[in-house]
């Protein structure tokens, strides 16, 4: 049997403590997720939603990022429906698209 979410405690509580990694499926497929209690916003990468042929919307409010890459600013403009599960826990978050490679998916 695998662990789905591990987190041990700690007695320090640095944001890294508050971070966990696991898989997830999507359309039946298997994916990284990235969970973090601090964090403000759900994203999915673009290589993602290509691959799954997700269908986007426009974002309501679009931004910018900066911290991605190191071309500058990226606007962030699309918005995905995705539909996950992590063992038998299911649910749909709403996403922005944003081209990371370091995962698939991550969620505030």
């Known amino acids: 049997m695998r662990r789905v979410l591990n987190n041990q405690p700690s007695d320090t509580q640095s944001q890294r403590e508050n971070i966990f990694h696991t898989r997830c499926n999507i359309s039946n497929k298997a994916f990284s997720l990235i969970v973090d209690s601090g964090s403000w916003c759900n994203c999915c990468s673009t290589r993602m939603v290509e691959k799954l042929g997700l269908t986007t919307t426009p974002h309501p409010k679009p931004y910018q990022l900066q911290w991605l890459n190191n071309d500058g600013d990226m606007v962030v403009n699309q918005q995905v429906k ?4 992590i ?3 299911q649910d749909k978050v709403k996403c922005d ?3 990371m490679e370091a995962l698939s998916y991550f969620v505030g």
Not at 82 to 85: D, G, I, L, P
């Open 82 to 85: 995705v539909e996950f599960s």
């Open 87 to 89: 063992g038998n826990y």
């Open 97 to 99: 698209v944003v081209p």
